[in-house]
């Protein structure tokens, strides 16, 4: 079907039932969440501009595949609406203030069209992902990428406290508004007290940022522990990318031998262990050489090293992994990463 | 007289190099043919629209991540995104830089064998030089520091130790990796190779690493731990109940050829030792499918043994062979390539002492060439300081050198042999004769040297006699003393048809002496 025959293409100038005015037609710029099914637009209402999702409805008929159910894909594409909307109201319910969720959802009807409802959702408008903002060329900025992360911890802690599981947390899901980040995307997300499009899989995030279990295949059978593991790695993952400019898993696939690989190799995750340890060794020396500033080396190091460890029994905090309860409680990061975060704040002021 | 290498005694003990060597050449592979999960089918389009589309050095990063992590490194526009970060390295993280540089690198089949071309006898001195030994032992304790639960990094730290033999501290890491990684099979393989290396009568370290393998849950499954429990349990005169289970695993279809070879290869030699050499050549030409080095060296001597298995090593397809080149050059008399395959042998291993054994004896024997025998025993007494049998070599080469003031001082450093076995005492007792007779000190020489050939006969030692008896006369015709004649009616009993090369040697070279002697008496 072409664009001029899809209503999702053509809202420009409608007036949305709620007062929303589609100012624009937002060309793709990154790796947008959930542009698959999408076609994204500005628009604006009393002052305020937001990014708007229009869901292409019509979009099954070029991604139907034979042998798939266009009924299959059709169900996937109003999952995948639904969950994030109320996923998001029962976020917003519940005081979660460090992820993006939807603003506002409807559904907008624009006639002439041989199907001419068009769902959309509504969210704050960013200035970008934090790939925008990462800039290596000078001085890192310390302050600026501490406070960064810790946003992000404090949005990952707030998710967990409501039992949900971002899966998800990659640079390119990190948004940037007034100087604040922001947790985009719950799209991929778990939440345990909803049905969701993903909550009977192992894992519903970008592999190329998944932990080095589920590389190997290596599944952990408790929901809880697996979930957050996982998104525990996932920040850990965060500050290597913050710092070195790299993901965690490709710093790590650098420093294993090919031999040893994930798509190599055949044997149990527990025969790689001295492996993956020896390459976790190596990956963290060479993050440190990344750091500049010799006060926060090692607590940035040592921070990696527990929120990335490539066994799951063994990531998180040891005071947590050694007591009862979640190893994979945010607390004691949100916390760690507040002090170094003054401590940088705290350097630019007496420079 | 020298102590001999032992060309009748090989085990199929694992060799132990480097963790990065011995990763690159396959050897700590899984054993499972194939993975049990399927593989995931990675998607990286996102991150290439958004490298062409920003073209900043972070996005062009984010793309190397996501191709490197799903193995996706196949295609132009990576590439690109890798020479944009190295065009603009100023705005670029040190990871980012060296992520790039990894990926232009591309991965190519990695020839450990390139950097042994240049090295022989001539080369060796120069590569034995304990001082960055001691700096890598520095830095591995530095990184134990950070990461003190690393087996791997006492396992490397271990071997350091052993290359300049301090063997206290070497057993002392390999203990602490084996506790800390006791079913793996980098750890138990290196393991077995230190403990079989250190083991003497007066310490148990062959029934303790036994023991370790024995009750590793891995050894009835992991071809390479069962070959070397085989091996271990050959050595200690002992039957493996792993035979039957190793048997199954070369039988299995599930392992690949070059993941049993040590294990056929262990099993021809027990059934070469003690079954038949039809059910031998039938495990040894399994191991010969897909050879490593130390198969294909175990192969080289069993063919020794049993003359229908000879191969030639160089036909096979395998890294750092350095060890059956050597034999198969020895058995093919040609000596010089021997020899500098011993060297090379040695450098691959610096903590063994087979290829300096070999290469001495080949050097002091047969081509006669005692500086180099020297330069090997040398070499050989870094790793093993205080070794009597090379301590016994070196003098032996040294007195025939007609540098017996040398050769004292190296039997000076001998203080109690009460520790070693009887043939090293009777090695050291005749070494002493030899220095003596070389010193002008005859009858001395000649008690100690009568007192080594009655040893060997108290031992019921034979062909240690006709060694001891040939060494003798030798001495004995150099002087011109009263007593050849009868040396030599001693010498005249020793076969000709010996299959030793160095009897051999020794008797034509004694007699060609001999005769020599009598033509010059008759003129």
Known sequence: MIMKDNAAHNLLNLTLPTGWLVKKKVEKTDNQTGSYFSVCYLVEKEGETCFMKAFDIMKFNSISLPGTSMMDVMNDMSTAYKYERDLSTYCSKKHVTKVSFVK?????IVNGY?????PYLIFDLAEGDIRKKLDFSAELDYAWRLKSIHDVAVGLKQLHAIEVSHQDLKP?????????SKIGDLGRSMCRDMDGPYNKEVYTGDWTYAPPELMYRYYEKDWIKRVYATDCYLLGSLIVFYFAGISMSALLRKHIPDNFSWEKWTGTFDELIPYLENGFAFALNEFETNITRDDLKGELRQLVEHLCNPFPEKRGHPKNVLSAGSNFNMERFVTKLDVLKRKAELSIKNF | MANLFEHKDRRVVPNWRSFGKTTVLGELNSFKLNTEFSQIEPNIDDYIFDWQINKTVIHAADLLSAAIVNNKNDNQLINEAADFILENKNNASKSQISLACKILDKP????????????NLDTLPSLINPEPVREKIRVTKELIKSFPYNPILYVELSRFYSIIGQERQSIKAMQTALHLAPNNRFVLRSA???????????????????NILRKSPMTSIDPWLTSAEISIATIRDRTSKFMKKGIDLINS????????????????TVELLFGGTKKSREFFNKALISPNDNSLAQIEWASTKDRQLDIDPSHFNVKMNFEALALDNFQNDQYDLAIDNAAKWFIDMPFSKRPIMFGSNLATIILKDQAKSISFLNAGLTSHPNDPQLINNLAYSLALDNKPAEAFDQLNKIRNVTGYDEITNICLTATKGLAFFRSGFVDPGRQLYIEAIE????????ELNWIAILNYAREEILIGSEYVSPVMDAVSKIPTNCNDVVINTLRKDVIELFEKHKQENMK
């Open chain 2, 108 to 119: 190519i089949e990695k020839d450990l064998s390139e950097r042994f071309t240049e090295i």
């Open chain 2, 253 to 268: 279809k599930n392992i690949s050829p070059f993941n049993f070879t040590e294990l056929a290869s262990s099993i021809g």
């Open chain 1, 104 to 108: 506002e959802a409807g559904e907008a």
């Open chain 1, 172 to 180: 390119s899901n990190v948004l940037v508004f007034n100087g604040e």
């Open chain 2, 455 to 462: 040893e060997t006969n108290h031992i019921k030692n034979q």
């Open chain 1, 114 to 118: 041989s199907f001419s409802i068009v």
């Open chain 2, 192 to 210: 077995t190779r230190l403990f079989a290396h250190f083991n003497y009568s007066n310490n148990e370290y062959l029934d303790f690493i036994h």
